[in-house]
């Protein structure tokens, strides 16, 4: 694989889709073109990203999409107490805390996994194929707090390894692939960049940056893999676009322009390692 590229995307909600699908189509309108990857890492946001440009949609139109009227989209908020859940089974060690997460996550009263099944669905709508270019989705067993990581080769439909990878714990439902139901990759990191080793060069879109381990940091894992690397943020501009809640469809507008715009800012940093 010396030559190989790969491209990671990271968690961050119905914005962070927005802001990495931005993100993409301005550096494509630059001149530096992602979709020609060789290898894709999706978590939770990321994995819809990484399934919806591997699929053949043209970014422009990706784009586009997220522009439309949100106004039928469902909202949710991660409240400062979940997030002090995740903090806390984040620092354990092992999958000790992943497991107590999941166990709670079994438990809690959310909407039914058929009406997450159908949101993300719009997205990556059931019998779509895995594509031909590579994808790693990683996802969280409820039970066991096990990392499971579906690819081409695992046997799980796309649909089913996305809903997975974005089954955010205590605010949707753990979802079922297999007789096994899954909570959200990110519960591992929010973006996952050591799936991505083996890779001669290796980009990063990372809408969430927040661990709690140094090591789970995405700069700190991308540093890790010792090759050429480039790590992208949101931008000030674009943090403010985001705004609080990550999972609030009235943002992803403008979590997508503010996402353009910044490529401009990135595209050198970029360029360097894709080329």
Request: aromatic share 4%; charged share 20%.
């Amino acid at each position: 694989m010396a030559n190989s590229r790969a491209v990671v995307l990271g968690g961050g909600g119905v914005t962070g889709v927005a802001w990495e699908i931005g993100m993409m189509h301005g550096l494509a309108e630059l001149g530096v073109d992602l979709s020609a990857a060789d290898l894709y890492v999706g978590t939770s946001a990321g994995s819809v990203v990484a399934a919806q440009v591997t699929s053949g949609t043209p970014i422009g139109e990706l784009y586009e999409r997220e522009l439309a009227d949100t106004s039928g989209d469902r909202n949710a908020t991660i409240g400062l107490g979940v997030l002090l859940r995740y903090g806390l089974a984040m620092a354990l060690p092992g999958d000790r805390g992943r497991r107590r997460l999941g166990r709670a996550a079994l438990r809690a009263k959310t909407v039914p996994e058929s009406a997450r099944r159908e949101a993300i669905g719009a997205r990556v709508p059931a019998g779509t194929p895995w594509p031909a270019t590579r994808l790693r989705v990683p996802a969280i067993d409820a039970r066991t707090g096990r990392v499971v990581v579906f690819d081409n080769d695992s046997g799980a439909p796309l649909l089913d390894a996305v809903a997975a990878s974005c089954a955010v714990p205590l605010v949707w439902p753990p979802m079922t692939v297999n007789v096994t139901r899954y909570i959200d990759g990110g519960m591992r990191s929010l973006a996952n960049v050591d799936l991505a080793a083996g890779y001669a060069r290796v980009v990063v879109l990372a809408p969430g940056t927040l661990a709690a381990r140094k090591k789970d940091r995405p700069e700190v894992q991308a540093a890790a893999l010792g090759v050429p690397h480039a790590v992208v943020t949101p931008g000030k501009a674009a943090l403010a676009a985001i705004g609080r809640n990550p999972l609030s469809p009235d943002r992803r507008a403008a979590a997508a322009e503010a996402g353009r715009k910044q490529a401009a800012e990135d595209f050198s940093k970029v360029k360097r390692v894709w080329d």
